[in-house]
T-cell receptor
Framework: QKEVEQNSGPLSVPEGAIASLNCTYS??????FFWYRQYSGKSPELIMS????GDKEDGRFTAQLNKASQYVSLLIRDSQPSDSATYLC??????????FGKGTMLLVSP | GAVVSQHPSRVICKSGTSVKIECRSL??????MFWYRQFPKQSLMLMAT?????????EQGVEKDKFLINHASLTLSTLTVTSAHPEDSSFYIC????????????FGDGTRLSIL
């Protein structure tokens, strides 16, 4: 059974700092990885996708993938209070199914 | 583009009531739709995968007779929670796959179901 593991947090960072969120996955054959942001009471919102080893940057967000270590991370630079949310790591399986981690709660204090 | 509309957004009803939740893809055809359930402080758990015109595939531990899924068209899937009980209270979220690969799934806004 595919598993995606995340530290539940909360991860607390001051405004302007870098937030680092981590995720490991069990299926070595996984090829596609996603980070979603979920505000309380809302549905998930896709913020980053990554498919190849290395870094992928989009604005203040950088996703990092290391398939050998089965490790995915998300860095948020210049964190803002509006970034406070739960961040879900997800891995694509067969038939476009997604397996989600439990999520890491991020708290950015002003 | 790629908007998924889910209704209702919130339902409060008595125990024993059946509740239907609709999930519509507004600007694309969704050959596959997914239904998730999320309990407080937990992650999204896939309940079932539905393909247009065929029976849904349920995840292990999900009662197919209690959670009826119909995917009668390429733009509409429904989830009916039959004879709902307080333990069925949860946040139900649908998503749809547009087949292009730009995103794995497009999510609806979710339905907060509260059974009294």
């Amino acid at each position: 059974q595919k598993e995606v593991e995340q530290n539940s947090g909360p991860l607390s960072v001051p405004e302007g700092a870098i937030a680092s969120l981590n995720c490991t996955y069990s299926d070595r054959g996984s090829q596609s990885f996603f980070w979603y942001r979920q505000y309380s009471g809302k549905s998930p919102e896709l913020i980053m996708s990554i498919y190849s080893n290395g870094d992928k940057e989009d604005g203040r967000f950088t996703a990092q993938l290391n398939k050998a270590s089965q490790y995915v991370s998300l860095l948020i630079r210049d964190s803002q209070p509006s970034d406070s949310a739960t961040y879900l790591c997800a891995v694509v399986g067969g038939y476009s199914t997604l397996t989600f981690g439990k999520g890491t709660m991020l708290l950015v204090s002003p | 583009g790629a908007v998924v509309s889910q209704h209702p957004s919130r339902v409060i009803c008595k125990s024993g009531t059946s509740v239907k939740i609709e999930c519509r893809s507004l600007d694309f055809q969704a050959t596959t739709m997914f239904w998730y359930r999320q309990f407080p402080k937990q992650s999204l758990m896939l309940m079932a995968t539905s393909n247009e015109g065929s029976k849904a595939t349920y995840e292990q531990g999900v009662e197919k007779d209690k959670f009826l899924i119909n995917h009668a068209s390429l733009t509409l899937s429904t989830l009916t929670v039959t004879s709902a009980h307080p333990e069925d209270s949860s946040f139900y979220i649908c998503s749809a796959y547009d087949g292009t690969g730009s995103q794995p799934q497009h999510f609806g806004d979710g339905t907060r179901l509260s059974i009294l």
